[in-house]
């Protein structure tokens, strides 16, 4: 029987706004904190105002390449030094470039929360982008993008993104080309530094073995006073305009088994007023269960796929709506079909009252198993504050998601999802003769 | 926190764990077959058998189970290894009713029908190719067939593309009633329950299943290599990879746990954990010697905890600008620096500081606090892993010497190499 409503032992188990401390710094800075008395670690995620929107179409790439570059040395300490200091301890920390942010993320035991907050903080604000460092990360970097472009997977998402995105930024890949990369000196990463980092809209959310008020004191110890009075506010993003039709494009990897085929379109952003109608109908769609409808038809019932799912991104703007499926190339077409005709019948038929029970249920009920873990408070108090939900956002969900009705989600997919205007990218080996 | 283990009268172990932090349980079955049970002929049969066991029972039709787990709010998963196969179930507290009826319902009435087998032919088909788009995977089989001349251990838990190809429903039905028995099985829990009533619970549902006779398992403990094999693999892309790797002991001898010390200092700790994640191993040997010193972009170590010795592997990604070759030389001078001296006791205390902090982020979760009471047992027992910090702690630095000397010796590695076409070579 599904269930809408949560036990009250899971209710209480959520972080909500008796059990989480906020606190803005006077430069802009936002910590988050919740206590786990049962931990002996410590998790933290965040993120800051700089991401590849920032960069130039012949630079791309520049803003990750900055972020993976801060942990290369800085004025205080080399490469080796500082993952002397998390390694001695098995702590981690680690940076990631994106689109609208750049986000952090690190893990220690309880007791050693000073030194990794003392790392994140001089690593931000003291890199010395090290020239011998630099190159071999490029070098690194440049082999990702060999990997990437053997990827079935990548370079499908990556051609879909050009082609449903176009002239709009998220058809850019953050991670940027070989040939932008190399355009990237020390220089670059310096200015962009320089220009970008900042601690305005840097958010910081830490969960674990640690009473709130002394995570936010010592995040306020080491950066409190940090200032950057030229960091910009963040672009605005253009409107994106529909596609006018369906387009297909196939991009040829020699030498592969398997093909990745990615229909989709933008989706709502996680702002929304339909977000959470379209996320529940996503559910049922391409996740519920073993992947939803999507898995049910594609794997289950004509065997065509180990994997066939759809995701809804969300995020700060129109984030892709994509079902994706991983097939035998012989089966691109015949598995395109069957994902259409799926599309067709999410969009033009209400989903059936069990179903939308069967996902509600699911989503209400795990809710409080994602939350189990310090990562996973941290990425909720993270999504709370990155999207303005409210502190008490967790302990609405059940409402929120129980209040969805079937004629909201019917709305939502016809609302994003065109059949006749979608996108269709595939990556695959050469075409034998038909 | 309450441990209790029994035995029941058909042979099923119970494990049961008290976690009373949040009001979740994680449920896991373990079967005692893996791919280490295979001949040629049907490799991959054991895996196949665990996708078998999501297409119904007269009680479960097909696609029903999973969709009821998800009902309750669960996450489950499955996975087939070369020791062995766990299916496990994470759910609130309150619907735990549903995974032990049904873990208990399709470990004997699983009906293998003839067309869901054949669907899930071209699925597991669809698997392996997904498999083959990656280099990596292609050099692993090709090594891995390389390292072993006879024992299971040597095929891939996907199994051959022939296998696949050809094996029939009988072959998976009677695989599956073969191993599937309540006496070749280990039934863990752990989480939010009272372990009396839980256990009455168990013995309810679990205790009337009969017990049978287990098949005499075919591994058979095979002699290290008496000298080195190289095996190249080519394939498309522009990026060479660099597989060596080296018989292990097995998890039950205390050689495992100085051989864990040495990978942490070549290549970075060792995680065994299945949910928490790692951290990084810039400051290891290798990653210094190789990476730093731009001959490659990185480095991996791996040892793995298993019934029969299987491998210890290190895997380097060489850099663009460097042939396999480069990379060979540094790394035998790294193992033969570990082999000729012993380490100092600080860097033993570092290794055991990191596997500490790894253990305790992996008991964050009672997803992976479950995982280990059951994971243990299918190569020795929970003991293991309640010992595991204290024996590494016991490692001395002339054993992480002898364990380097007795096990890495080149001549009894294989040297696997992913040589690109698109590459200069």
């Given at each position: 029987m599904s269930e809408t409503k949560l036990k009250p032992q899971h209710l209480a188990s959520i972080p909500g706004p008796d059990d989480i401390t906020r606190v803005e710094l006077e430069n802009g800075v936002v910590v988050l904190a919740r206590h786990n008395?049962?931990?002996?670690s410590v998790t933290l995620h965040g993120y800051l105002q700089?991401?590849?929107?920032?960069?130039?179409n012949e630079k791309l790439g520049l803003a990750d390449f900055t972020a993976s570059a801060?942990?290369?040395?800085t004025q205080r300490r080399d490469f080796q030094a500082i993952y002397d200091s998390l390694e001695s301890i098995g702590a981690s920390l680690g940076f990631d470039g994106g689109t609208h942010t750049t986000s952090f993320g690190g893990r220690s035991l309880a007791e050693d929360l000073e030194l990794l907050l003392e790392l994140l903080a001089e690593t931000l604000q003291k890199?010395?982008?090290?020239k011998g460092q630099v190159k071999k990360l490029r070098a690194q970097l440049l082999t990702s993008l060999a990997l990437r472009a053997q990827d079935t997977h990548n370079m499908a998402a990556l051609i879909f993104d050009e082609m449903v995105?176009?002239?709009?930024?998220?058809?850019?890949?953050?991670?940027?080309?070989p040939e932008t990369i190399n355009a990237i000196g020390v220089g670059d990463l310096i200015a962009f530094h320089q220009a970008h980092y900042g601690p305005a809209g840097m958010v910081i959310a830490i969960a674990g073995g640690v009473e709130p008020r002394e995570a936010v004191e010592r995040v306020r110890a080491v950066l409190e006073g940090w200032n950057n009075p030229q960091q910009p506010t963040p672009p605005d993003l253009p409107e994106w305009e529909p596609l006018p039709e369906k387009v297909y494009r196939r991009v040829e990897i020699p030498g592969k088994s398997q093909s990745d085929v990615i229909i989709g379109t933008a989706g709502p952003p996680?702002?929304?007023?339909?977000y959470i109608p379209a996320a529940v109908g996503n559910n049922i769609f391409g996740?519920?269960?073993?992947?939803?409808r999507i898995g049910d038809v594609v794997?289950?019932?004509?065997?065509?796929?180990?994997y066939a799912y759809s995701g809804l991104g969300g995020g700060?703007?129109?984030?892709p709506w994509t079902v994706e499926a991983g097939v035998n190339p012989a089966n691109e077409e015949r598995a395109a079909d069957l994902i259409f005709a799926e599309i067709r019948r999410f969009v033009d038929e209400p989903v059936t009252k069990d179903e939308l029970s069967d996902s509600q249920s699911n989503l209400i009920g795990s809710m409080p198993l994602s939350l189990e873990s310090n990562g996973g408070v941290a990425r909720a108090l993270l999504n709370m504050e990155r999207y303005s939900l409210g502190l008490d956002y967790y302990r609405r969900y059940p409402d929120l998601v129980g209040a969805v009705s079937r004629d909201a989600i019917r709305a939502a997919a016809a609302h994003y999802l065109d059949p006749e205007r979608l996108a269709v990218a595939v990556a695959g080996p050469e075409r034998k003769g038909t | 926190m309450e441990f209790s283990r029994t035995t029941l009268s058909n042979g099923l172990q119970v494990l049961l764990k008290e976690i009373h932090t949040a009001p979740i349980i994680s449920h896991w079955l373990w079967l005692r077959?893996?791919?280490?049970d295979e001949t040629p002929g049907i490799t991959g049969i054991s895996h196949w058998v665990e996708h078998m066991q999501?297409?119904?029972?007269?009680?479960?039709?097909?696609?029903?189970l999973d969709k009821d787990i998800s009902r309750d709010g669960g996450f489950w998963n499955a996975m087939t290894y070369i020791d062995w196969t766990t299916y496990f179930e994470t759910v609130p507290?309150?619907?735990?009713d549903l995974a032990l009826r049904l873990e208990a319902d399709r470990l004997n009435?699983?009906?293998?029908?003839p067309e869901e087998v054949a669907s899930e032919r071209t699925v597991i088909i669809s698997e392996r190719q997904g498999n083959e788009n990656h280099p990596l995977f292609l050099l692993d089989e090709n090594v891995q067939a390389a390292a072993f001349?006879?024992?299971?251990?040597?095929?891939?838990?996907?199994?051959e593309m022939a296998d696949l190809e050809s094996m029939t429903r009988d072959d998976l039905y009677k695989h599956y009633r073969s191993f599937y028995l309540p006496n070749n099985a280990v039934l863990a829990l752990a989480g939010d329950f009272d372990s009396e009533k839980m256990l009455a619970r168990i013995r309810a549902l679990f205790e009337p299943i009969p017990a049978g006779e287990v098949p005499r398992r075919v591994a058979q403990e095979e002699a290290p290599l008496s000298e080195e094999r190289q095996v190249l693999t080519k394939g498309p892309g522009e990026t060479v990879f660099v597989k060596v790797t080296y018989r292990a002991p097995r998890?039950?001898?205390?050689d495992f746990f100085a051989l864990s010390v040495v990978d942490s200092l070549l290549a970075g700790p060792s995680n065994l954990n299945l949910f928490g994640g790692g951290i990084s191993n810039k400051t290891s040997r290798l990653y210094r010697r190789l990476v730093e010193k731009e001959l490659a972009v990185g480095v991996s170590g791996g040892l793995q905890a298993t019934i029969d010795p299987f491998l210890y592997a290190i895997t380097i990604t060489v850099h663009?600008?460097?042939?396999a070759e480069d990379v060979v030389g540094p790394l035998d001078e790294e193992i033969a620096r570990i082999q000729n001296s012993p380490p100092k006791p600080e860097e033993l205390a570092r290794a055991v500081k990191q596997a500490e902090a790894l253990f305790a982020y992996g008991s964050e979760s009672i997803t992976n606090q479950a995982f280990w009471l059951g994971f243990a047992e299918m190569f020795d027992n929970y003991d293991w892993f309640l010992n595991y910090l204290d024996r590494l702690r016991a490692v001395a630095p002339e054993d992480v010497q002898s364990a380097a000397q007795r096990y890495l010796q080149p001549e009894q590695r294989v040297l696997g190499v992913y040589q690109p076409e698109g590459a200069a070579a």
């Open positions: 008395p049962h931990s002996l700089v991401g590849s929107l920032f960069d130039p801060l942990m290369r040395g890199p010395s982008f090290p995105y176009r002239d709009h930024p998220y058809a850019r890949a953050e991670e940027g080309h996680r702002s929304a007023a339909d996740k519920f269960g073993l992947m939803g794997r289950e019932q004509a065997g065509l796929a180990y700060i703007g129109p984030g | 077959v893996g791919s280490r999501f297409k119904g029972t007269p009680t479960f039709p097909a696609g029903q507290a309150d619907k735990i009435n699983s009906v293998f029908e001349d006879a024992h299971p251990y040597r095929h891939e838990v996907i199994g998890a039950a001898e205390a663009p600008e460097r042939k």
